[in-house]
């Protein structure tokens, strides 16, 4: 809410990045659960809030920078929120992993 808060009534784009806690999103059945091997030290959850931006051009932009930065997307959560002025702000949710990377403050 607050990312959406940010950008409401702008043409803007907010970002919030939080490192991955498995605990907190482990599915019982394991589906979409992220591989036991992996380095959770290396996996953060990147959210993002865009003003009257098209979803999926949202999403290809957002992936093509994951891309240029040796990010691999795990997950994606993509909603499309209707403003009650009538703007359109799209959500993205991405759980990535920097495994070219190292985990730390610079990212």
Same mark, same amino acid.
């Given at each position: 809410?607050?990312? +959406?808060?940010?950008? &409401?009534?702008?043409?803007g784009?907010?970002? &919030? %990045?939080?490192? +991955? +806690?498995? &605990?907190?999103?482990?599915?019982?059945?394991? %589906?979409?659960s992220v $591989?036991?091997? #992996? $380095?959770? &030290?290396k @996996?953060?959850? %990147?959210?993002? *809030?865009i *003003?009257? #931006? @098209?979803?999926? +051009? *949202? @999403?290809?932009?957002?992936?093509r920078?994951?891309?240029?930065? $040796?990010m691999d997307?795990?997950?994606?959560?993509?909603?499309?929120?209707?403003?009650? $002025?009538g703007?359109t702000i799209?959500?993205?949710?991405? @759980?990535? #992993?920097v495994e070219?990377?190292?985990?730390?403050?610079?990212l």
């Amino acid at each position: 809410m607050e990312l +959406y808060n940010r950008v &409401s009534g702008t043409e803007g784009v907010a970002v &919030s %990045i939080e490192p +991955y +806690y498995d &605990s907190e999103h482990a599915a019982a059945d394991g %589906i979409g659960s992220v $591989d036991e091997t #992996s $380095d959770k &030290s290396k @996996l953060f959850w %990147i959210d993002t *809030a865009i *003003a009257n #931006s @098209l979803p999926q +051009y *949202a @999403l290809e932009h957002f992936a093509r920078v994951m891309n240029l930065q $040796d990010m691999d997307i795990v997950r994606t959560h993509l909603d499309n929120v209707q403003a009650p $002025d009538g703007q359109t702000i799209t959500m993205l949710r991405m @759980l990535v #992993s920097v495994e070219g990377n190292e985990a730390n403050d610079e990212l």
